[in-house]
């Protein structure tokens, strides 16, 4: 059976194991999305591999090559809640951005001067004269391009505000090489923001001064960087 209807809103009726077994397939605008892979997300929250559940059911329906979670707490460095650079980045120019870099990343500024939520491409909340700047070339802005500056063609990101009172940012990137994402690609992402958006906001309801963020993200970072 095949549920035709645009992803606004996990309907109730969907929730349940035998709808979900019933009802494989929803549609994501236009595009077809595997219930099986929202009920994975669903899944993991709690756990470390929900960012990975969100970063499989995202690329069903855009491709991307990177993506990382940062929580950004008003006037605090922010918390690395997860890394999806993979061997794209090193540890030190992870560092560089977290010791104060990302004071100029547009995420970071509309993260803690309350841009609304939703899903944004970096160029709808930088400044205008940023893209020309020798900082956007910087391996400090975008860590994974510490080895090839110039190597990202876009980074999107979803905006999603924490319970505990701070801002998550949800990047999404594609290497020089790709298109940018196109107008479909963005429509079928924000057809899964209410997922995203709960998802996230699940997973992390406290500050990292709690532990939960901070024992989340330190697990990641030793992984990639032992």
């Known amino acids: 059976m095949t549920v035709r209807t645009r992803i606004s809103y996990i309907p109730k009726e969907i929730c349940g194991a035998a709808a979900l077994a019933a009802a494989p397939m929803i549609y994501a605008g236009r595009w077809m999305t595997d219930l099986g892979m929202i009920a994975a997300v669903v899944g993991q929250i709690g756990t470390p591999g929900l960012p990975i559940a969100l970063d499989g059911l995202l690329r069903s329906v855009a491709e991307f090559d990177m ?109 020089t090489g790709r298109s940018e994402f196109d107008r479909g690609e963005m429509e079928r992402l924000r057809a899964l923001e209410p997922i995203v958006r709960e998802a996230v906001r699940s997973q992390w309801r406290q500050p990292a001064s709690n532990g939960v963020a901070g024992s989340l993200a330190v697990g990641v970072v030793e992984a990639v960087y032992p």
Do not use: N
């Not at 929580?71 to 993979?86: K, N, Q, T």
């Not at 609304?116 to 970096?122: A, F, N, Q, T, V």
């Open 67 to 175: 993506s990382v979670i940062f929580g950004y707490p008003y006037g605090e460095r922010p918390c690395l809640l997860y890394d999806g650079y993979g061997a794209h980045t090193t540890r030190s120019a992870l560092d560089a951005y977290l010791l104060g870099a990302y004071l100029l990343d547009p995420f970071y500024t509309a993260s803690v001067e309350g841009h609304p939520p939703g899903l944004w491409r970096m160029r709808e909340l930088a400044p205008d004269d940023f893209f020309q700047s020798d900082f956007y070339g910087a391996a400090e802005v975008h860590p994974c391009i510490s080895l090839e500056p110039g190597s990202l063609v876009e980074e999107i990101g979803f905006l999603v505000p924490l319970p505990c009172g701070f801002t998550a940012a949800y990047s999404l990137m594609r290497k």
